[in-house]
């Protein structure tokens, strides 16, 4: 993760870092293969951006890799904070990439707004900031919307496109008032885009709602912890059979090893091999291994 020093995004994801407190280094963070981790657990959750795909662009090996796994009888999930899309959206947006991924493989942050709004204490109808497949998560949790700022406390922040800057002044108008909640459903700060441009997304958007209007923020999604409990229910296996594979130290190896799932932090993301070692210890983020790429073993050749 290489930031500008002083820059938003840097800052949200050291935020992170200090609240969830330092991860202990493993006693050494070997290269590994997908084959390796095949032979130690069943489960593995794959984040999606960096890892199996960049925006509309299929990483190399990301589709054979899964269609490996499952192959060989593995339980393969992807665990993805992009409330952008559904997670059938998703799912079939990278199915059309290639990876070959069935229905329900696909678990979203989005899905935590369901399980945690009792929990958080929301109730009437929220101001909705996102894409229009993102409000498939208000209608799971059973959530009306409204546009009127006198009829809410409660904005549900699900991705940074969608909205214009006048729908930003209205959520500020709405978190001012006292006992006010912004509910973010992708706390991610930056997301990579083809070309290898970073964009900045709802994280810093969230960033600076809160920080304007000193309103209440309840993060979902990775590096927290209920996305990994959704992820364990849906796998129905144990921890210590799953296997968390991400690009991002602060969200991916943050969040699985505060859940005690084991991770390998993947190099074909946010974070480039030779900076890999570096980067995990100036963050204090340790995953137990590095994986170059989701290359699969080789398979009988046939000439
Ligand atoms: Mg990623």
Partial sequence: MLFLPGSPELQIYRDYATRMGPTVPPPEMPATTLEELASRYDGFLLDSYGVLNRAEETIPWAAEGVSWLKSMGKKV?????????????????????????????VICSGSLLAREKTALGITGPVFYMGLPSGREYLKAAGLETTDRADQTKVVVLASSRGYRMRRIAEAHRILRQEGSLLVVLNPDAVAPRPQGVMARVS???????????????????????????????????????????????????????????????????????????????????????????????RTVQFL
């Avoid at 899309?85 to 799912?91: A, G, K, P, Q, V």
């Avoid at 296996?237 to 699985?256: E, N, R, S």
């Fill in 77 to 105: 999930r992807v665990l993805t904070n992009n409330s952008a899309l559904s997670e059938e959206d998703n799912r079939q947006l990278l199915s059309s990439m290639g990876i070959p991924l069935d229905a329900g493989e």
């Fill in 203 to 297: 994280g810093v958007t969230a960033r600076s709602l809160a920080r304007e209007t000193g309103c209440k923020v309840a993060l979902l999604g990775k590096p927290f912890g209920e996305i990994y409990d959704l992820a364990l229910e849906k796998l129905k296996l144990p921890a210590q059979k799953v296997v968390a594979i991400g690009d991002t130290l602060a969200t991916d190896i943050l969040g699985a090893r505060h859940a005690g799932i084991d991770c390998a932090l993947v190099l074909t993301g946010v974070t480039p091999p030779e900076r890999a070692k570096i980067e995990a210890k100036s963050w204090q983020i340790w995953p137990q291994y590095l994986l170059p790429d989701l290359r699969p073993p």
